[in-house]
C-alpha cells in the first residue's frame, strides 16, 4: 500500500520538488501545478501540452493523459505509470510515473512541451533546459510557492 507523505516530494526533469504548488511558472501563469485529491489524498499533476506550432495536443489532469489526435499520439502504461508518445517518431512527449514507480517521490515526470512564444521546455528524466541555455540537474527546490519562473 502507497503511503501519502506529509510532504509532498515530486521529481520533474531530473530535479525534486518538496512542498512546491507550481512547480514551473512561465510568464506568471502556472505551466505544472500539482494538487491534492479530495477522494484518496494522492497528489496529482496539472499541465497541458502543445507542439511546436503552439496546437494543444494533450492534457494532463490529475496524472492521466487527455489526447484526440488518436492516429498520431498514443499512451502506454499501467496502473502506476503513462508513457505518451508520437506513433510516426516513437519519440516520448511524456512520461508520468506515480507511487511505487516514482519511490521515493510521489511522482517522477519526464516532459518535453512548448511554451506560448515556443520555447521548446525539455525535462528529461536527467535535466531541464531553461531558457538562455541554463541546464539543471540534481536540484532541490524546497518550500515555495512556484519553484522555477520563466519569464
Same mark, same amino acid.
Not at 514551473?24 to 479530495?38: C, D, I
Given at each position: 500500500?502507497?503511503? $501519502?507523505? +506529509?510532504?509532498? /516530494? $515530486? ?8 512542498? !512546491?504548488? =507550481?512547480? $514551473?511558472?512561465? /510568464?506568471? &501563469?502556472?505551466? #505544472?501545478?500539482? /494538487? ?8 496529482? %499533476? ?10 494543444? =495536443? ?15 499520439? &498514443? ?7 503513462? !508513457? #505518451? ?7 516520448? %512527449? ?6 511505487? +514507480? ?6 517522477? $515526470?519526464? !516532459? ?18 531553461? &531558457?538562455?541555455? %541554463? =541546464? ?9 510557492? !512556484?519553484? =522555477?519562473?520563466?519569464?
Amino acid at each position: 500500500m502507497w503511503k $501519502v507523505e +506529509e510532504r509532498f /516530494k $515530486v521529481r520533474l526533469g531530473g530535479n525534486d520538488y518538496v512542498n !512546491v504548488p =507550481i512547480l $514551473v511558472a512561465f /510568464k506568471g &501563469q502556472s505551466l #505544472f501545478t500539482l /494538487k491534492r485529491h479530495e477522494e484518496n489524498d494522492y497528489l496529482g %499533476i496539472y499541465f497541458d501540452i502543445y507542439d511546436k506550432q503552439g496546437k494543444h =495536443i494533450a492534457a494532463v489532469r490529475r496524472n492521466e493523459i487527455y489526447f484526440g489526435d488518436k492516429d498520431k499520439y &498514443q499512451i502506454e502504461g499501467s496502473h502506476n505509470r503513462y !508513457v #505518451f508518445f508520437e506513433r510516426e517518431s516513437g519519440r516520448t %512527449i511524456c512520461d508520468i510515473k506515480k507511487r511505487e +514507480e516514482a519511490h521515493p517521490a510521489e511522482l517522477d $515526470v519526464s !516532459v518535453s512541451l512548448y511554451t506560448p512564444t515556443g520555447f521548446l521546455f525539455d525535462a528529461t528524466p536527467e535535466e531541464t533546459n531553461l &531558457q538562455g541555455g %541554463i =541546464i539543471l540537474r540534481n536540484s532541490l527546490i524546497a518550500d515555495c510557492g !512556484v519553484g =522555477i519562473a520563466i519569464n
